[in-house]
């Protein structure tokens, strides 16, 4: 066949580690034999942020502005330990958190389902995709410890300094205590709102949000009015593409999600997100198999594998020793953006292989074909699971593709 052909790039951020070594072999086996592919390229890899004093990465993220689609290979984030492994300059920022801020996108998880491998509750037999509103509240708190007979007060003072309301939080008479402020802002919740009810159209999912107003009635309160009123925007879009939009308490929102057959977004303030994401995550069974797509309100899109660099196998393949690494979230990531591109583009061919490389991945392991991680999860009528090293996966789905 002729090479499919592009027109616009597609920003490349490579990373570290297993993921790295997957990243290259995802791109000789099963994308360029069949794309001339165009892509921007960025190396994210730990020691060229380090040799880079980390520009590379904001430059990455501005590209990402500037083209729209991007795909980023998992990268570490230094801590201690990484300093001298790698006997970096400066611990490093998170590449994510530095994109995330650059874009001020929302993060999308959603789980690859496959049939064969069961979710621990055995009703989602559709994905649930996560939105996490990732700015503000107790992520960005003051927070201090008080002694007993102290009082604290929540103070708001004008733009001239002028001292407008006072509250007493508490009298703390007789006893210690502590004491936290936090705030959000109308833009920023404005905006996670647009972007949540923008993919629940472009995925055409239902969508739930929650929040607790009826404790917190005017901080969780200004979060439900804000949808409110930007679902108007979205109301007669919503009810063409015959899905629904449900606000609710947090309490019934985990209640109705716990007992759906999955299949719809869930939008959460930050710290639900923080928690049920990773709930949802090990529900649906292997961290292999969550993808994510960070989204910004004017329309860029990154897309990613939900895991990390997974170190340890990395380790073992240093020694020479053979792997299992999943792959499946790394090429949903490449096929996340490959059907992005196409679709901006106008190029129905590169969406149409974006789909095929995805089914054929889908089929290999309802087939029986798959990484260590999956194989204890698989139980199909017929089919034994046969566990596949990191590159004989890969051949065994280009087999099919
Ligand atoms: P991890 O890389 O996600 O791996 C944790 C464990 O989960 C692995 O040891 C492995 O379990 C299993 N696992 C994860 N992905 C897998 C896959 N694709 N196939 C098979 N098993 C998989 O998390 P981590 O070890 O905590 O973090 C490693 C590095 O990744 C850190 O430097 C961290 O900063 C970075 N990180 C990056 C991102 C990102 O770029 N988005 C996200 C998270 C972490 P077994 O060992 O039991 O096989
Ligand atoms: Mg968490």
Not at 54 to 63: F, I, K, N, P
Not at 211 to 225: A, E, H, L, N
Request: hydrophobic share 40%; with cysteine.
């Amino acid at each position: 066949m002729a090479k499919i052909q592009m027109k616009m790039p597609i920003v490349e951020m490579d990373g570290d580690e297993m993921t790295r070594i997957l990243w290259k072999d995802i791109k000789d086996i099963l994308l360029l034999p069949y794309i001339d592919l165009k892509t921007e390229y960025y190396d994210l890899g730990l020691p060229n942020r380090d040799a880079t004093g980390d520009t590379v990465t904001v430059e990455s993220a501005l590209a990402t502005k500037k083209y729209g689609v991007a795909v980023k290979c998992a990268t570490i984030t230094p801590n201690v330990q990484r300093m001298s492994e790698y006997n970096l300059h400066e611990m490093w920022k998170s590449p994510n958190g530095t994109i995330r801020r650059i874009l001020d996108g929302t993060v999308f998880r959603a789980p690859i389902v496959v049939e064969g491998i069961r979710s621990y509750v055995p009703t989602w037999t559709k994905p649930i995709v996560l939105a996490r509103h990732a700015y503000g509240d107790v992520y960005a708190a003051v927070d201090e410890k008080v002694a007993s007979g102290s009082k604290a007060f929540l103070v708001i003072e004008d733009k001239e300094g002028k001292e407008i309301s006072r509250r007493l939080v508490h009298d703390f008479n007789g006893t210690t205590g502590v004491v936290q402020g936090m705030h959000n802002c109308d833009d920023s919740i404005r905006s996670f709102a647009h972007t949540c009810f923008r993919y629940a159209l472009e995925e055409k999912l239902p969508m739930i949000f929650a929040t607790k107003d009826t404790i917190s009635k005017v901080y969780d309160g200004r979060f439900k009015q804000i949808f409110e009123e930007v679902f108007e925007e979205y109301k007669d879009a919503f009810e063409k593409a015959g899905i629904w939009y449900l606000y609710t308490l947090i309490d019934d929102a985990v209640a109705r999600v716990v007992r759906s057959e999955g299949g719809l977004l869930w939008a959460c303030k930050n710290y639900d997100g923080d928690v049920m994401s990773d709930m949802v995550a090990t529900a649906y069974g292997s961290l292999g198999m969550m993808t994510s797509v960070l989204v910004s309100p004017d329309g860029k899109y990154e897309y990613e594998a939900a895991h990390g660099t997974v170190t340890r196998h990395y380790y073992k393949h240093l020694k020479g020793e053979e792997t299992s690494t999943n792959s499946v979230a790394t090429i949903f990531a490449w096929t996340g953006a490959l059907k992005k591109r196409g679709e901006m583009d106008g190029l129905g061919d590169l969406v149409a292989f974006a789909e095929k490389l995805e089914r054929a991945t889908i089929r290999t392991i309802e087939e029986g074909e798959m990484t260590g991680d999956l194989v204890p999860l698989f139980h199909r009528e017929g089919v034994t699971p046969k566990k596949l090293n990191s590159k004989e996966f890969l051949l065994a789905i280009a087999s099919r593709l």
